[in-house]
């Protein structure tokens, strides 16, 4: 029962003798248990299923050799057999080679017709080498829909979406119950070889369909990471903007200097803000989307854990006099290094800016996706410029947020409505509500986030 590749198989058993051989065949093959199972007729046919439909299928073909008179099995199997340019030993070959006096199988089956593999038929006697296996003889033009049908099903009902279909049919291009043929094995890990280079007819785009099954084509493979990088209050951003992702019914991982969070929950409580930590996020398959802080010094001397983000924000150019371990001197060198946040979002993702600082600002033409500006003032050079162009800003007006899309604006609430540790750090909360803006989220829930997110680490699982 644990056989694969055709090892321990006899089949059309016609004598108690070729049952009793066969029977200590499987057992030594296999090791275990032998199952026993009604001789189907026809040829051994492989359907590789892939979601619910059948994209290839190849047919086998027993082997034959004819006798000559003068040549051994061995020799026949090598002059008529193995010198087809489609056998070999290799993965890359569509066939096996075939040594008859290796083989348990071929063994039994020409014991079964009084022979060895170093008998020599007369000439013209036809020698079974092997009844199955071959599988490489590509027939999925041929496929009958209700076979296509029984296989798709067949996969469903152990619970595979990715399945090889073993069965037998004389005929691939009729219903199975018109012929007696039947399936007769499920494969949950079935090679691919027999339909990327069948020995006959035309290579299927396997491969393809695979990825389209497992990854939609509206699908980029890719959750949103939002990457926070700067001076000025990088923590709470981060923090705050998982909260508001966390809120909208994502289960989100956020790695910051307060620690490593899985949906909400401190998992470490050591500075997270690390390459390791970010990975540890980004191989987690419950997480849904990942917010990372970024300073400077990580950046320098690890690198970012990802290699493309959907919203990156960057909050300052400044502190590049603590850096002097890195040879950062000059503020230019260190804006060189946090534009490296701007250079990974993606052409459909968001940069968010502080347009307060000149040297952010200017990171706006390093964005392949577009910029969301925030500042405390209105009538900052780079947001009046950017509204005039229809682009997006956050601000303060009056001391409530606003955030203005074009000419169109929304307030979203009173800075004073909230607690006063948050209203503070006006900034960093304009930078959080931009980073979520971009994301999707709507501003009812970001005014509903912001009145019950609480900023201290000891208190709040953000």
């Given at each position: 029962y644990d056989g694969n590749h055709g090892r321990g198989v006899s089949v059309n058993l016609m004598t108690r003798a070729d049952v009793e051989a066969a029977y200590q065949l499987a057992r030594r093959k296999g090791g275990g248990g032998v199952i026993v199972e009604r001789f189907v007729i026809g040829n051994e046919h492989r359907l590789l299923v892939v979601g619910k439909r059948v994209v290839a299928a190849a047919?086998?073909?027993?082997?034959?050799?004819?006798?000559?008179?003068?040549?051994?099995?061995?020799?026949?199997?090598?002059?008529?057999?193995?010198?087809?340019?489609?056998?070999?030993?290799?993965?890359?070959?569509?066939?096996?080679?075939?040594?008859?006096?290796?083989?348990?199988?071929?063994?039994?089956?020409?014991?079964?017709?009084?022979l060895t593999a170093y008998s020599i038929p007369a000439d013209g006697q036809k020698v079974l080498i092997q009844p199955n296996g071959n599988v490489a003889f590509d027939v999925t033009d041929l496929i009958h829909p209700?076979?296509?049908?029984?296989?798709?099903?067949?996969?469903r009902v152990v619970g595979l979406d990715i399945a090889g279909i073993d069965l037998v049919a004389e005929d691939i291009s009729r219903p199975l119950e018109e012929q007696g043929g039947a399936i007769i094995e499920v494969n949950a890990s079935p090679g691919l070889l027999a339909h990327l280079k069948p020995a006959?007819?035309?290579?299927?785009?396997?491969?393809?369909?695979?990825?389209?099954?497992l990854f939609a084509p509206e699908e980029t493979g890719r959750m949103p990471i939002v990457g926070v990088t700067g001076t000025r209050g990088i923590t709470l951003i981060a923090r705050l903007v998982a909260w508001l992702i966390h809120i909208s019914g994502k289960h989100v991982g956020?790695?910051?200097?307060?620690?490593?969070?899985?949906?909400?929950?401190?998992?470490?409580?050591?500075?997270c803000a690390n390459w390791e930590a970010g990975q540890r996020l980004l191989i987690n398959r419950s997480v849904q989307a990942a917010v990372f802080e970024n300073g400077a010094r990580m950046i320098l001397g690890e690198g970012l854990a990802y290699d493309k983000c959907a919203v990156g924000v960057v909050t300052d150019v400044s502190g590049h006099e603590a850096l002097g371990e890195f040879y950062i001197h000059e503020p230019d060198q260190l804006y060189t290094v946090l534009r490296t946040q701007v250079d990974v979002i993606l052409p459909d993702g968001v940069a968010v800016l502080n347009a307060a600082d000149p040297q952010v600002v200017e990171m706006a033409a390093l964005c392949d996706g577009t910029v969301v500006f925030y500042g405390l003032d209105p009538q900052l050079d780079?947001?009046?410029?950017h509204r005039a162009g229809g682009g997006r800003v956050v601000f303060l007006r009056d001391g409530s947020i606003v955030l203005a899309d074009g000419a169109k604006e929304t307030a979203l609430l009173p800075m004073s409505s909230l607690k006063p540790s948050k209203a503070a750090q006006s900034e960093s909360v304009m930078a959080a509500v931009a980073a979520a803006w971009a994301l999707g989220i709507g501003p009812e829930?970001?005014?509903?986030?912001?009145?019950?997110?609480?900023?201290?680490?000891?208190?709040?699982?953000?």
């Open positions: 047919r086998g073909e027993s082997l034959w050799v004819c006798g000559d008179g003068n040549s051994n099995i061995i020799e026949l199997v090598d002059s008529q057999i193995n010198t087809d340019p489609r056998r070999g030993t290799g993965e890359d070959s569509p066939l096996n080679a075939v040594a008859p006096e290796q083989g348990a199988e071929i063994i039994l089956e020409l014991k079964r017709q009084g209700s076979v296509a049908a029984a296989a798709t099903l067949a996969a006959e007819g035309q290579p299927r785009a396997i491969g393809a369909a695979i990825m389209d099954h956020l790695a910051c200097s307060e620690g490593l969070y899985l949906d909400g929950r401190r998992v470490t409580d050591t500075n780079a947001i009046v410029a829930l970001i005014g509903a986030g912001l009145r019950t997110f609480e900023s201290n680490p000891k208190k709040t699982n953000y």
